[in-house]
């Protein structure tokens, strides 16, 4: 799954499944968290945006939930850096994705 760009001070949701050894687990107990940067090389408490996923929900089946909301778009608009992490309750860490996207100037204020 590839996120797609979406406008700086709106609304993104989407969801994602897990899945290790061609397997879905339950993540339910685990922590999916995101993260958007200008620069990789920053620190990740300067990140532009972070967003911890919703696995109470589905997480039995293997899907985070992503609710980003508008206040925490609102960014300056270009590209940045993401990465979807997966925190396992024991400590393991995965990472599950990673990319480029843009974040679009708006015409609204």
């Known amino acids: 799954m590839a996120l797609t760009d979406f406008y700086q001070k709106t ?3 989407f969801s994602i499944t897990v899945t290790f050894n ?3 687990p339950d993540i339910s107990s685990d922590t999916v968290t995101i993260a958007f940067k200008s620069q990789k ?3 990740d408490a300067a990140a532009e945006i972070t967003s911890t996923a919703d696995v ?5 089946t293997g899907v985070a939930t992503f609710n980003i909301s508008d206040e ?3 960014v300056q608009p270009g590209k940045y850096n993401y990465e979807i992490k997966w925190t396992k309750s024991g ?5 599950l994705e990673s990319g480029i996207i843009n974040i679009l100037d708006r015409v609204y204020d």
């Open 22 to 24: 061609s397997a879905t």
């Open 56 to 60: 109470a929900t589905a997480g039995a």
């Open 72 to 74: 925490n778009t609102n």
């Open 41 to 43: 090389s920053l620190a």
């Open 11 to 13: 609304t993104k949701n």
């Open 91 to 95: 400590g393991d860490v995965h990472i």
